[in-house]
């Protein structure tokens, strides 16, 4: 259908193409200028920001709308000598199509920015600030990417139920739900659904949101958070690992070649074992790694994995190894944890022992354990932190900035 009008204006990625044409755009006054007979409306839109001229008696009435309003302006496109863009328009008609507030709750075009929180609760209006915008394009971007990654080798997008009726990752982080007078929990993760579906689809993704209730505050932790969780038949911790190497190398590729500025990766991610780690910041074996410690031991290393972690420190599906060890996997970048897998266990009786030392009720389990009696293949997986992975794409250090409307204790 052809569009007409108001409804057929164009935006700032089509001035170069226009150049000392007529055209007609639509956008938002993203800030203004006044000097003497002259207005200046730096004209904002999802792609761009350009300087719109105005003269005489438009200059007057450009001068009276205000900052953020929507306006659809016509003209001729000219060459620009301003510091903001290429390109300009020589107004000859500017409509105001909806007048913004004279005072809003903040300034997207100051160089200052407002505090994250007055950010998050006026998202909408912060995105209007290139800067913030940007990183939701990126977003958008890597989950494209990756959604070609995964489906180019064969991996089937699934989709699984956020209402469960066990927990999948231990139960100290559940949000309870009434469900129908009966208690059920908000999905931790994919897990327990993602294995049993290699029996049948072999390779599965799933991109979704996933719940826990952190109760600490921290710049990496939400109440809900977003995940792409990998499961392969027949795969190995190490084939895994590639795999999750080779995505996150084809991440920053695609994001590159779309003109983002992210750094380009060199080289295979190194691999450190746990007792290495553990011994180099003067943790006991069987204790987690402190953040603080991983933030220092991380520092200037980029990528890189964690293997080898202690058994009794990882979920009961993961695959036991000698010495008290497991077949499991954290990816890092410098201290911050990104993603974590390994080989799983596909065996049922082990399965039932594993539950039972991690203090868990096998008869809580049994609609998942009994999967494994049905000649399930040995498998392999990972669940990737999609917010953390967008705040080092980002180089934002607070999870809040790359979320649109973070979850978390406070903001909801
Ligand atoms: P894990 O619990 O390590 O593993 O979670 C996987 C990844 O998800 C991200 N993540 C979070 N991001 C933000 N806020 C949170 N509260 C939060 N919790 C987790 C992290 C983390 O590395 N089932 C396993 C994965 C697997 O083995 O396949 C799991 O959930 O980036």
């Known amino acids: 259908m052809k ?26 006054v993203h800030d203004k200028r006044v000097l003497g007979g002259l207005t200046f ?19 007057k009435d450009a001068a009276k709308i205000n900052r953020q309003s929507y306006v659809l302006i016509k003209g001729t496109v000219r060459e620009s000598k301003s510091n903001v863009s290429k390109y300009e328009v020589e107004a000859q008609e500017i409509s105001v199509l909806n007048q913004a507030d004279d005072l809003l709750p903040l300034d997207p075009a100051s160089k200052t920015k407002s505090e994250l929180t007055t950010r ?37 997008e699934v989709d699984t139920p956020k209402i469960i009726a066990t927990a999948s990752e231990g139960g100290a982080e559940l ?49 809900e958070f977003m995940s792409v969780d990998v499961e392969q ?16 190398k084809a991440i920053h590729g695609g994001l590159m070649r779309s003109g983002f500025n992210v750094s380009k990766l060199q080289g295979q991610f190194p691999v450190y074992t746990y007792s290495e780690i553990a011994s180099a910041i003067g943790v006991k074996f069987g204790e987690d790694l402190g953040s603080d410690e991983l933030n220092e031991f991380g520092k200037g290393k980029g990528y890189y994995f964690i293997v080898d972690w202690p058994l009794s420190l990882k979920p009961f599906y993961t695959m036991p190894k000698e010495g008290g060890l497991s077949e499991s996997f954290d990816l890092m970048y410098e201290g911050l944890e990104l993603a974590s897998g390994g080989q799983r266990i596909h065996q049922y009786d082990l399965l039932v022992k594993r539950l039972k030392e991690s203090g868990l009720n096998p008869e809580s389990f049994a609609e998942h354990t009994k999967v494994y009696r049905w000649g399930m293949p040995p498998h392999a997986g990972w669940g990737l932190g999609l917010d953390r992975l967008m705040m080092v794409l980002s180089g934002r250090n607070n999870i809040r900035e790359v979320v649109l409307y973070p979850r978390d204790a406070k903001h909801i």
């Open 3 to 28: 569009r007409e009008g108001q409804f057929a204006a164009k935006q700032s990625d089509s001035l170069p193409s226009l150049l000392n044409s007529y055209g007609e755009f639509h956008g938002w």
């Open 41 to 59: 409306l730096i004209i904002g839109d999802p792609k761009g920001l350009y300087q719109v001229v105005a003269r005489g008696d438009l200059a």
């Open 120 to 156: 998050i609760f006026n998202r909408p209006l912060d995105l209007r600030d290139p800067s913030e915008r940007e990183i939701f394009q990126m977003r958008a971007k890597t989950l494209s990417i990756i959604r070609g990654y995964l489906s180019n080798r064969g991996f089937i």
């Open 175 to 223: 949000f309870k739900v009434d469900y129908f007078g009966r208690e059920a929990y908000l999905a931790q993760s994919p897990q327990l659904f993602k294995e049993e579906l290699v029996l049948g689809l072999g390779k599965v993704f799933e991109i979704a949101h996933y719940f826990r209730a952190e109760k600490s505050n921290t710049v990496k932790h939400l109440s």
């Open 233 to 248: 038949a027949m795969a190995t911790k190490e084939s895994v690992m590639k795999l999750l190497e080779g995505l996150i």
